[in-house]
């Protein structure tokens, strides 16, 4: 079990992370979704800064376990609000989408699983 979280949460802080440097340098690929899912440019550096503090409390979750099980849970929050703007718009893009809500969702698994609730 160890292995699987440590694995898992080292994953999801990895893509989430890359996410957030995207966003926060500006990149095309985030922009273009953002225009595509009619969200103002100016949410970039807010969602990049959610990105990055959820990518860094999956690591501090190492540390203080309740850090990592609500950062985990902040993400697929996230994720979450990200399908809804998806489907706001009719767009069915999403398999970039599963992909991180997948390892998000699966990185609050095993931090419910190995420390517990709280």
């Known amino acids: 079990m160890f292995a699987a979280y440590v694995t898992i949460n080292i994953l999801a802080a990895l893509f989430t992370g890359i996410a957030a440097v995207t966003y926060l340098i500006n990149h095309a690929y985030p922009r273009e979704q ?49 399908f809804i703007a998806h489907m706001r718009v009719g767009s069915r893009k999403l398999v970039g989408w599963a992909v991180f809500f997948a390892t998000v969702v699966a990185a609050l698994v095993v931090n419910l699983a190995y420390h517990g609730p709280w």
Do not use: D
Request: overall charge positive.
């Open 34 to 82: 953002m225009e595509m899912k009619r969200l103002p440019i100016s949410w970039m550096p807010r969602l990049g800064a959610t990105l990055a503090v959820g990518s860094l409390g999956l690591l501090a979750g190492f540390l203080v376990p309740v850090l990592g099980t609500l950062a985990s849970l902040g993400l697929v929050l996230y994720f979450i609000g990200a």
